[in-house]
C-alpha cells in the first residue's frame, strides 16, 4: 500500500507540473494529415470532408480551401516549404503542387505506385516516397524527374534540403539513404535494426534524423556519414510521427502517435522535455496523434495533432 501511494504522488506531482500550453481549436472533425510551416505561420490541413485548408496561424483564419484532384481525392499527407511559398498535398495516386501565394494550382501529377509520403523544397521541388520502394524526385519548373530505386520495400518518409539538392529516405528495409535528389545518386546508407518510420533534415542538410519501430532514433553527419547522437529512448518502443531540427540545429523536436511532444537535445540525445497533447473534451477517440511540431517566431514549440487542437509550450533551455 506504501508503495502504491508513492507511485500515485509521483503521477500526480508529474501531471501537475506539465505546463498548460496555450491551445486553440482549429477544427472539430477528423482529419488525415497536418502541416505546419518552420516557423508556425502556416497549417495545411486534410480534413475528413476530402478538402484542404491552408491556414494562417498569424491571424487564425483560412487562408484558402483546395481540392486535391478533380475527384476530390483523399489526402493522406502534406507538406509547406521552408520559404513558404509552396505547399504540397498527396494522395494515393497522384500529387499535387500549390501557391501560398496567390493560391493557385501549380501542377498534379499521377503516381506510377500507391503514394506513401511527401516533402518539398523551396523551389517547389518535390520527393514522393512511393509503397513500391521507389522514390520520385520531381522539379516542375526544370522538368525533371528521377525515379530513385534504392529501397527495396515501401518508403515510409522522405525529406529535402530546403535548396532541393540533398534527399532523405527512410524505408521498411530498414534503410535510411541520403542521395542527391538532382541525380539520384547515393551518399550514404545507414542500417537501423527495424523498418523506419520517420526522417528528417536539417534545413541546410547538415544533420539527418531517423528513427524505426522499436526505439532506436539516431542523428548523423550528412558530410562524412559519422553518427553524431542518439537519442536516449529508454522504452521497448517509441515511434515517432514527425521531427523537425530548430533553425540553429541545437534541438530536435519529435511528435509521437501517443499525444508526446518532446524536445531532445542533439547534442547528446538527451531529452530536454516531454509534455502531452490536450484531449478534446467530447473526443470520441481519448488518443491523438501528433502530425507536426515546429518553432515559431517567439521561440516556442508548435504542435498541431489529429484532434484538431494547435497547442503552443515554452521552448526550454539547452
Given amino acids: 500500500m506504501k508503495s502504491f501511494t508513492v507511485l500515485l504522488i509521483c503521477a500526480l506531482f508529474i501531471t501537475a507540473c506539465q505546463p498548460q500550453p496555450e491551445t486553440n481549436v482549429i477544427i472539430s472533425q477528423p482529419s488525415y494529415s497536418a502541416t505546419l510551416s518552420d516557423d508556425a505561420h502556416y497549417l495545411l490541413i486534410s ?52 501557391s501560398i501565394e496567390d493560391g493557385r494550382s ?38 525533371r524527374l528521377i525515379k530513385f530505386l534504392g529501397h527495396s520495400e515501401k518508403v515510409n518518409s522522405v525529406a529535402i534540403s530546403r535548396n532541393g539538392e540533398l534527399a532523405l ?16 545518386q547515393p551518399i550514404h546508407t545507414w542500417s537501423l535494426p527495424s523498418r523506419v518510420i520517420n526522417v528528417s533534415l536539417s534545413q541546410q542538410g547538415e544533420l539527418a534524423f531517423a528513427s524505426d519501430s522499436t526505439n532506436q532514433a539516431i542523428i548523423w553527419n550528412t558530410q562524412d556519414g559519422s553518427q553524431h547522437s542518439q537519442l536516449n529512448i529508454h522504452r521497448r518502443t517509441h515511434n515517432f510521427s514527425s521531427a523537425r531540427f530548430t533553425r540553429d540545429n541545437s534541438k530536435l523536436l519529435t511528435g509521437t502517435p501517443a499525444r508526446e511532444v518532446s524536445v531532445w537535445r542533439v547534442l547528446d540525445g538527451k531529452m530536454l522535455v516531454n509534455w502531452r497533447v490536450s484531449r478534446t473534451e467530447h473526443a470520441q477517440i481519448k488518443g491523438a496523434v501528433v502530425y507536426s511540431v515546429a518553432e515559431d517566431n517567439h521561440q516556442q514549440v508548435s504542435s498541431i495533432s489529429s484532434n484538431g487542437l494547435l497547442e503552443t509550450w515554452p521552448m526550454p533551455p539547452l
Fill in 169 to 184: 529516405s527512410g524505408a521498411n528495409d530498414n534503410q535510411v539513404i541520403l542521395w542527391h535528389a538532382t541525380t539520384g
Fill in 47 to 98: 480534413t475528413a470532408n476530402s478538402d484542404l485548408q491552408l491556414w494562417d496561424l498569424t491571424t487564425h483564419t483560412q487562408k484558402y480551401r483546395w481540392f486535391h484532384g478533380e475527384q476530390k481525392s483523399q489526402a493522406i499527407d502534406t507538406a509547406i516549404s521552408t520559404n513558404q511559398q509552396y505547399a504540397a498535398s498527396l494522395s494515393r495516386d497522384s500529387v499535387a503542387l500549390w
Fill in 106 to 143: 501549380l501542377g498534379w501529377w499521377s503516381l506510377p505506385a500507391s503514394g506513401q509520403t511527401v516533402a518539398i523544397a523551396d523551389s517547389g521541388a518535390l520527393l514522393i516516397g512511393l509503397t513500391d520502394g521507389s522514390v520520385m524526385s520531381l522539379a516542375p519548373s526544370q522538368n
